[in-house]
């Protein structure tokens, strides 16, 4: 069985070790880093930049990339480094939101579906079925139509779109763990059904939600973006990144920073999240 809790000494070495593995790999190190200054940039933005987000001045209007502008700027004159900064606050919210809700709904209904058995997990697994079956951007795509554009409608939406995933893989880990020895003797031992579910199946099942989560991060940040980037999402003059990126793509052949640099900004921060989760992954997997 998983242990509730560590000794205090244990989980220092514990959390030791985890520091170790990450100095050990560069890449996941320098992946920790950006993610960490991303972070920064949602909650501090004014620490890493002393330019407005919504100011500008028409005389500089698309200036080229330059120690006064690091990714130059847009059509207005905005420096478009500290739009992309205090854009991380508005697109990482909504990702986070996002993964919050796939995992909570998703996690309770596998439970549910799993714990339970018979007609209500072959029911409420064949309605899985049918949004596993519907691309997840397009999804979205049709909540977020039917609620209205905004960031918070974008979050619900990408997180609606996630709840199978997460379904099926907490479904798939308490089927393993109800079939348990240490399950069994609980239920021989008079303990109750909703004791048994809350003290042995919940613990033991969520590791593998848990890293399904860190992977769904990534994910949930390029469909957030996504949807900003068709429109779906903050309206201007919101710093937004998938609307930073939509708003510079009409000048990529003259001005193509003004597209190109917040994109790639973008992709970066996707890689170092996708190569910290399939860290996670690996560590669940040992």
Known sequence: MTAIGLPASNLARTLATRLAD??????????WIIVLIVIGWAVVPELFTSYSPYAGDTSASFASPSAEHWFGTDRLGRDLFARSV???HTTLTATLLAVVIAFGIGTLVGLIA???????????MRVVDVFLAIPSLLLAMVVVSVLGYSTHNIALAVGISSIAAFARVMRSQVLTVVTQDYVRAAYGLGVGRLAVMLRHVVPNSLSSVIALAALEVGTAV??????GFLGYGAPPPEPEWGLLVAEGRDYVAVHPWASILPGLALAIVVIATHRISTSFRK???R
């Not at 799993?114 to 409420?124: E, I, K, L, R, Y």
């Not at 390029?222 to 949807?227: C, K």
């Open 114 to 124: 799993g714990f339970t058995g018979g007609t209500v997990d072959t029911a409420v």
């Open 86 to 88: 205090y854009g991380a």
């Open 222 to 227: 390029l469909a957030v973006a996504s949807l």
């Open 283 to 285: 560590e669940h997997r």
């Open 22 to 31: 990450v100095a050990r790999q560069p890449i996941l190190l320098l992946s």
